[in-house]
Nanobody, 119 residues
Framework: QVQLVESGGGLVQAGGSLRLSCAAS????????MGWFRQAPGKERELVAT???????NYADAVKGRFTISRDYAKNSVYLQMNSLKPEDTAVYYC?????????????WGQGTQVTVSS
């Protein structure tokens, strides 16, 4: 069974930076597409960034130019570097993976890590 664990969240002032990490246990996810999602209270889950098995990336318009998703194959980890943070970035951030056929949906999730950006 695969376990995804996010870390790196916390409280930061607007304009600051945080780096979120997603580590896997039980099974490597280097061969799977990965994504970062976030959900703020009262709002629906939002896709933040994705990274393919080959390293291709996509970003939500709201974070484009500020966030960077990356993966370290040796460490079996995925990261989300968040710069120029804004209060509207405040949310619980989740790491997710597409691990089951047909690999079109995110079926494996972490527990989430809270990111709070103060004004």
């Amino acid at each position: 069974q695969v376990q995804l664990v996010e870390s790196g969240g916390g409280l930061v002032q607007a304009g600051g930076s945080l780096r979120l990490s997603c580590a896997a246990s039980g099974r490597a996810f280097n061969s799977y597409n990965m994504g970062w999602f976030r959900q703020a209270p009262g709002k629906e889950r939002e896709l933040v960034a994705t990274i393919t098995v080959g390293g291709g990336t996509n970003y939500a318009d709201a974070v484009k130019g500020r966030f960077t998703i990356s993966r370290d194959y040796a460490k079996n980890s995925v990261y989300l570097q968040m710069n120029s943070l804004k209060p509207e970035d405040t949310a619980v951030y989740y790491c997710a993976a597409r691990m089951s056929p047909p690999f079109t949906s995110y079926d494996t999730w972490g527990q989430g890590t809270q990111v709070t950006v103060s004004s």
